[in-house]
């Protein structure tokens, strides 16, 4: 299979033109790390966004960084936080969980909406993405948005290229909004709870004015013993605070361990990651977002059906889950589970077979998959960027 690494945004249209005058369909990748999330890849040549690399914008009082999309994430992280700043969602590293190598880039996290625990706090990856640079299917050079945050009239590109998966173009330059990192982060964990008792929890803390930025549940066989985390950040007198706060009105659930310092950062990277069901390799992994209150129902019925293990983030309403990828990987029993409590979901790893036979992303109801043709007609007429990732023929 033919490989394009473009240096230039102008070199990436030359071949997005070249590539559809002939109809040759291109997949879009960036560091590989997402590579076996959607459905199989049916296509003749790669264009990579691998040498579209570097800041090309950073204003620390403004809080705006851009760069280009194949820069590594690591690069722009890195460079955040000498200045004592953050992306504010969190992205996730898929390394672990995919087994997968390579850079995560930044074009990606715009392309994926990638986010992890905080955004119960500060939104996904979308709600701070502010401007991007992409060659839609006819190869031509398209912005929009900027530097700043606005409201948007008409069609809104910055947010339709959010979590496209590389379907409707190449990004080539994103731009984020970024916030300070906080001086204090300390984490209430709660031993013991059942799913439902452990939901409760972490919904009466949410609805508590004394905002969490992190909410998740480990269950027994996760991770070690079950544990109900909330996560707090903040100025050193505000945690102390809020940590006294949130321990009176939640005492009915016990009396919580304190965690702060570098294990418990890494625990929250552990459940951003997912990486606590990487293993076994041959397992497949859902990802099903849902109404917080329905979660452990949701679990319940799957559970009833197959051998599960799962986890909670975002308060309940995240659930990771592995089950054998043998036969549909429970497409139909996830499926069925998801229609009676409300949400969707994602299957994240399964071998190609599966995925090839299975909707891997949420089934669109009639009225929102003709949008979803229209809006990759207009963006793609010629189908050439990552058709059938997300669905059969888009």
Not at 8 to 34: H, P
Not at 115 to 122: D, H
Request: net charge neutral; aromatic share 6%; with cysteine.
């Amino acid at each position: 299979m033919r490989s394009y690494e473009p240096h230039d945004e102008g070199a990436a249209a030359e071949i997005v033109r070249a590539a559809a005058a002939s109809t040759q369909r291109l997949r879009l990748v960036g560091g590989g790390t997402k590579a076996g999330i959607g459905r199989p890849a049916q296509d003749e040549a790669t264009l990579s966004s691998a040498k579209l690399s570097g800041i090309t914008l950073y204003e620390p009082a403004e809080m705006v960084v851009a760069a280009r999309a194949g820069t590594p994430l690591c690069e722009v992280q890195a460079l955040l936080a000498d200045r004592g700043q953050m992306l504010p969602f969190e992205p996730m590293d898929h390394r672990g969980l995919m087994g997968t190598q390579g850079e995560p880039t930044f074009g990606a996290v715009a392309a994926a909406n990638t986010s992890g625990p905080r955004r119960i706090n500060a939104g996904a990856a979308r709600d701070s993405l502010i401007g991007v640079r992409f060659v839609n299917g006819r190869g031509e050079a398209i912005k929009s948005g900027g530097r700043v945050m606005k409201n948007v009239t008409g069609l809104d590109l910055v947010k339709l290229m959010a979590g496209s998966w590389g379907t409707l173009g190449l990004l080539t330059e994103v731009t984020f909004k970024v916030l300070p990192r906080q001086e204090r982060v300390a984490t209430l964990a709660y031993a013991g709870l059942d799913d439902t008792r452990a939901i409760a929890a972490l919904s009466a803390a949410l609805g508590s004015p004394f905002e969490l930025t992190g909410a998740a549940h480990l269950p027994a066989g996760i991770d070690g013993a079950a544990r109900t985390l909330m996560r707090i950040e903040g100025f050193s007198e505000s945690i102390n605070y809020r940590l006294g706060e949130l321990r009176r009105l939640l005492k009915r659930f016990g009396e919580p361990e304190i965690l702060e310092g570098d294990g418990t950062a890494d625990l929250w990277a552990r459940i951003r990651d997912a990486t606590s069901l990487a293993e076994p390799r041959e397992a497949a992994i859902w990802r099903i977002a849902t109404a917080p209150t329905h979660g452990p129902a949701l679990v319940a019925a799957i559970a009833a059906e197959r051998d599960a293990r799962w986890f909670y983030d975002w308060g309940g309403g995240l659930i990771w889950l592995a089950t054998a990828a043998t036969d549909d990987a429970g497409a139909a029993t996830v499926r069925a589970a998801v229609r009676t409590q409300g949400g969707h979901a994602t299957l994240v790893r399964a071998p190609d077979a599966v995925r090839a036979a299975v909707p891997v992303f949420e089934p669109l109801s009639e009225p929102l998959m003709r949008i979803t043709m229209g809006i990759k007609a207009a963006h793609d007429p010629a189908g050439l960027f990552n058709l059938g990732r997300m669905y059969a023929g888009v």
